[in-house]
T-cell receptor
């Protein structure tokens, strides 16, 4: 199956700093990637849809100025948590649909996740 | 919007069968997915249903009834490694977004 990687796998930072998380599709191109957040013992909540070459679309209640998304190429999307606070501590997961011969595949593949702890 | 319900927890014995139900009420439907997630890890794809009926993949099977807004994931010959959270997710129409249920934690006992 397709492989999605994330970097870093975990990060600890001080309150007020910014943290950048990278999501890469390793063996396929992805015009669209998704960013999710998951709090302990809860399900995945979609934060935003990252679109290559255009602005991301955010879900209701997600602050676009706090969670900056850049999809600069067909294999890379980045999520920057600006001025992070302890309540931003969570498990951040990205995903993507492979595109084969111009057709989006049915299955979405997830990255391994990035665990963020803000002190 | 999407409303997706599944039980919170289930416990079963090694070698047994467990069925995880998922009901959904959605503004649009373009497929139902089941994912497995071990603690601290990302979800891994298990199955996908877009038409009514049963899809079988080894020890795992998934069923869908679109008219009833209902799906189940059947795990057979349970193994200890099957202890995990199982997520039901519905994909919307005209986009590729997935809406997830809260997940069902399955514990397999020896």
């Amino acid at each position: 199956g397709a492989v999605v990687s994330q970097h870093p796998s975990w990060v600890i930072c001080k309150s007020g700093t910014s943290v950048k998380i990278e999501c890469r599709s390793l063996d396929f191109q992805a015009t669209t990637m998704f960013w999710y957040r998951q709090f302990p013992k809860q399900s995945l909540m979609l934060m935003a849809t990252s679109n290559e070459g255009s602005k991301a679309t955010y879900e209701q209640g997600v602050e676009k100025d706090k969670f900056l998304i850049n999809h600069a190429s067909l294999t890379l999307s980045t999520l920057t948590v600006t001025s992070a606070h302890p309540e931003d501590s969570s498990f951040y997961i990205c995903s993507a649909y492979p595109v084969t011969s111009g057709r989006v595949e049915e299955t979405q593949y997830f990255g391994p996740g990035t665990r963020l702890l803000v002190l | 919007g999407q409303n997706i319900d599944q039980p919170t927890e289930m416990t079963a014995t090694e070698g047994a069968i467990v069925q995880i139900n998922c009901t959904y009420q959605t503004s649009g439907f373009n497929g139902l997915f089941w994912y497995q997630q071990h603690a601290g890890e990302a979800p891994t794809f298990l199955s996908y249903n877009v038409l009514d009926g049963l899809e079988e993949k080894g020890r795992f099977s998934s069923f869908l009834s679109r008219s009833k807004g209902y799906s189940y994931l059947l795990l057979k010959e349970l193994q200890m490694k099957d202890s995990a959270s199982y997520l039901c997710a519905v994909r919307g129409v005209n986009d590729y977004k997935l809406s997830f249920g809260a997940g069902t934690t399955v514990t397999v006992r020896a």
